[in-house]
């Protein structure tokens, strides 16, 4: 076999390698560039042309509050709904959810990771079940729960913020599983050398563990963020006034009974949306890319 054949052939490979990628890229960026373009569509209604005649920023006006002419009838239009305020509901929600969560997954899995004390194998067992069983299944109790807590604490009952990050801590669990899975993975002889040197186990845990545990905190908060910040159910059940609302259930409007034609602020509010968790993600991959390789080199 000759050596142009083989070079050839390579590059075949090669070419037919390339060509399947960008047929998967294009598949993934199809719906996303769709949307964007009905963001933009002045005639947007299901079936509208992927790229339209004419382009118009009124959609994105009508989310971002601000007044515009209507093009059919002359009349301003100004939206009467607090988009911005839903958005910054929901950012607010999520990052507050994945920082409490990440505080008190840590520390319960450093303490079962680590110490051995009565009741641990039970706790063990306990979260395997508890994480069974998804928060939808407890959505009535939950409602009850805050409810009756709102009657003390108005603050952390129900059609509140604080209440529903409460409900979410319910998903500790799960977590606390995964990270102690990390922690089991790291040599407990890094901790005596520094205990060794005067560390207390706090020291040890904040200045020594952490930093080697970020690529599993990077995914845990990362899974979090995205999980609350695109919640609707428990959101939908738990929140009533419209100031209060999470972005999820407030952009719900548009595609609901008489506001169902308003496909083009939906799709603006879509691409408004997809911004915080692709800020996170880009913000935290090289934590995940590098979780990823140490993973694969220790194997």
Known sequence: M?????HRRQAMVQLSKHLLL?????LILFPVLYIFSMSLNPNVGIGADFIPESWTLNHWRFLFGIPFSDPVTGKEVLSSFPILKWFFNSLKISAISALLML???TTSAYAISRFRFKGRQT???ALMIIQMFPNIMAMVAFYLMLDFIGQYLPWLGTDTHWGLILVYMGGTPFNIWLIKGYFDTIPKSLEESAMMDGC???QTFYKIILPLCAPILAVVGLLTFINTFSDFILPSILLKSQDQLTFAVGIQIFISEGFAGRWGPFAAACILGAFPISAVFFTIQKYIVSGLSVGATKG
């Open 2 to 6: 000759s050596a142009s054949y083989q």
């Open 22 to 26: 960008m047929t998967f890229i294009l």
């Open 103 to 105: 505080t008190l997954s």
């Open 200 to 202: 207390s186990h706090f």
């Open 123 to 125: 706790s063990i067992l």
